[in-house]
């Protein structure tokens, strides 16, 4: 296997800054050893003007049969005739990306202790693979590699040149150019999309397997167009896996959206935590409560939104007459934690058919939420920033708009009567506010007017004559009349 890494410089800038940027110095030939053979790194030329750093694997066919033997478990797809014939020790795949990670270690990181600004330095970059498997053929490789601001040179590689009409094989010579990107961009790029345009890898893909793909799609893979298909192939279509990163780099792209970090928005609250009476919780009195209004107005497909660890998806389960349930929640780890709540990879059939997990932030409109027979918001408009609380408002009463929507929170005026919390705290230190029962009824009825909506309040636990109740609910019913008119205009 074969790849060269060309730059292109001046005698201020000089070309051979490659070498400390690849940790390999210019005037030597160096040699690793990797599992499957022995890589080495030399420079074909070393000038101010221009540079040239090739890294060559020299792959060994033997180890590669005898520690690939069957499919998945350091296979490859071709794995059962590897001992007669295998492209392996000859075209560019996971063998060649995992010694470019290896080998270049510190350059795929960014790190350079001799010049610490250069790591950060878009670089004239030309990057040509004499012999690269592209399952998809040419246009795969554009759709992969132009995204990311490289011009893709890329041929196809006839079957058989005395046999023209026998056509392309698989493979295909590939030459990428840029003066955008640094040399770490470049080689996560390649770290990745080389095995995904091979679509298969020489070892077996495990769950560290993830953390290796986000690591090295920091800060392009969450927006690329092929997400999917790069995530799918990156782990052997792995289904769990697949998901598992679909989920991770949808909250990037959602802090990235917010200006925040990932650990502000996975912020999973643990109903546990929560201010509760004994002997009946709380929480308890809670899903009671909104189980008996849904119930009420003969809803059968609920949504949960801001569903966190999943305890109402479970109780809502348990009932038959909710034929689908959708719980919704932006933090990854609350949904893990419900799907193992749930037990979903040990569900049955007719059972899994009726609930579903997503993720998604409320703050924005999703067509995946519309035509439910009713949403709940129970304890989640607490935990949104007040001047974020009409974006919220309108993805759920304007976008989505259910037919009935339940809404509970703290009563703040309740809190006296918990002697463990102290004057002034809320009952969750995520809590961004906690109403009184006039400021919940006030914005309650206002977003019943502004939306088309009827509301009515109900109070949870105990209503304490002074203080009122600890929890506050608001049923919201849609105005049929104001439906249907609107459903007139708009056809």
């Known amino acids: 296997m074969f790849l060269t890494i060309s730059t292109t410089g001046d005698p201020e800038r000089p070309a051979t800054d490659l070498g400390f940027l690849l940790h390999k110095h210019p005037d030597k030939a160096q040699v690793f050893s990797t599992s499957y053979g022995t890589a080495h790194v030399l420079y074909p030329e070393a000038s ?17 049969v005898r520690r690939g033997k069957g499919k998945g478990r350091g296979g490859a797809p071709d794995a059962a005739l590897a001992q007669y014939v295998n492209d392996r020790p000859y075209a560019a ?18 790190q350079c202790a001799a010049k610490p600004d250069l790591p950060a330095r878009a670089l004239p970059l030309r990057i040509e693979v004499p012999a690269l498997p592209a399952r998809g053929g040419t246009d795969l490789v554009r759709q992969l590699f132009e995204p990311l601001g ?5 041929e196809a590689v006839a079957l058989d040149t005395r046999f023209p009409e026998w056509g392309a094989s698989r493979y295909v010579r590939l030459v990428l150019e840029s003066d955008r990107l640094t040399l770490a961009e470049a080689l996560r790029h390649l770290y990745v999309l080389l095995p995904v345009l091979d679509d298969a890898k020489h070892y077996w893909v495990s769950s560290d397997e993830v953390d290796k793909l986000l690591r090295a799609g920091e800060g392009w893979l ?12 990156y782990l052997s279509r792995r289904w769990s896996l697949t998901r598992e990163a679909m989920e991770r780099l949808e909250l990037v792209r959602l802090a990235e959206t ?57 109780a809502l389960l348990k009932d038959v007459r909710f034929t689908e349930i959708v719980g919704v929640d932006v933090s990854m780890r609350a949904l893990t934690i419900a799907a193992r709540r749930l ?48 974006a919220l408002e309108y993805a759920v009463f304007g976008s989505a708009r259910p037919r009935t929507v339940l809404v509970t929170t703290p009563n703040v005026e309740y809190n006296v009567r918990w ?8 009952r969750h230190g995520d809590h961004r506010f906690e109403w009184t029962r006039e400021e919940f009824r006030s914005w309650a009825r206002g977003v019943a007017e502004r939306h088309g909506y009827e509301v009515e309040f109900t109070p949870v636990g105990p209503d304490d004559p002074e203080v009122g109740p600890p929890t506050q609910m608001a049923t919201f019913s849609l105005n049929t009349t104001t439906q249907d008119t609107k459903e007139e205009k708009a056809a």
């Not at 002697?419 to 809320?426: I, K, Q, R, V």
Request: proline share 4%.
């Open 48 to 64: 101010a003007e221009r540079c040239t750093a090739a890294l060559l694997l020299e792959v060994d066919a033997v180890a590669l």
């Open 150 to 154: 490289w011009t893709v040179g890329v």
């Open 419 to 426: 002697e463990t919390l102290p004057a002034g705290h809320t």
């Open 258 to 314: 917010d200006d925040t970090e990932v650990e502000d928005i996975d912020n999973a609250v643990d109903e546990e935590t929560d201010t509760e009476d004994r002997p009946v919780p709380l929480a308890v009195q809670r899903r009671d409560a909104i189980l008996a209004a849904l119930h009420a107005r003969g809803a059968g497909r609920v949504l949960d939104l801001g569903c966190g660890q999943g305890q109402l998806v479970q």
């Open 93 to 110: 795949s996971s063998l060649l990306a995992v010694a470019l990670s290896a080998v270049f270690s510190s350059a795929m990181k960014g």
């Open 343 to 390: 037990k979903l990879d040990r569900m049955g059939e007719r059972q899994a058919a009726r609930v579903q997990l997503l993720q998604g932030s409320l703050a924005y409109t999703d067509k995946r939420l519309k035509g439910y027979d009713a949403a709940v918001l129970s304890e989640v408009v607490e935990h949104v920033d007040l001047p974020r609380l009409p």
């Open 222 to 233: 969450a927006d690329h167009p092929e997400q999917k298909l790069i995530t799918s192939r």
